[in-house]
């Protein structure tokens, strides 16, 4: 069964960045398809960013030009680095490995605020 252990959530300030790292392990993880996704309070979950075995990237609208996903296949791990964060990037934000089926990880908190 897959593992994914998220770290790297906090509180921060409107404008600062975070990175946050997903290690996964159970799993040929050079093979899986990454992502991650979001939910804010009282919302559905939506997908912030994924990258595929091959590298290939897409973004949300909302997050083009702020986020950048990244992954070490050597380390087993995808990252998102989040810059110029802003009070609505407020949420829980979850890993998530893909291959004919959806794992997930158990998510970390993002809070925005001043």
């Known amino acids: 069964q897959v593992q994914l252990v998220e770290s790297g959530g906090g509180l921060v300030q409107p404008g600062k960045s975070l990175r946050l790292s997903c290690t996964a392990s159970?799993?040929?993880?050079?093979?899986?398809?990454m992502g991650w996704y979001r939910q804010a309070p009282g919302k559905e979950r939506e997908l912030v960013a994924t990258?595929?075995?091959?590298?290939?990237?897409h973004y949300a609208d909302s997050v083009k030009g702020r986020f950048t996903i990244s992954r070490d296949n050597a380390k087993n791990t995808v990252y998102l680095q989040m810059n110029n964060l802003k009070p609505e990037d407020t949420a829980v934000y979850y890993c998530?490995?893909?291959?004919?089926?959806?794992?997930w990880g158990q998510g970390t908190q993002v809070t925005v605020s001043s």
């Open positions: 159970r799993i040929i993880f050079s093979i899986y398809a």
């Open positions: 990258i595929t075995s091959d590298y290939s990237i």
């Open positions: 998530n490995a893909r291959r004919l089926v959806d794992s």
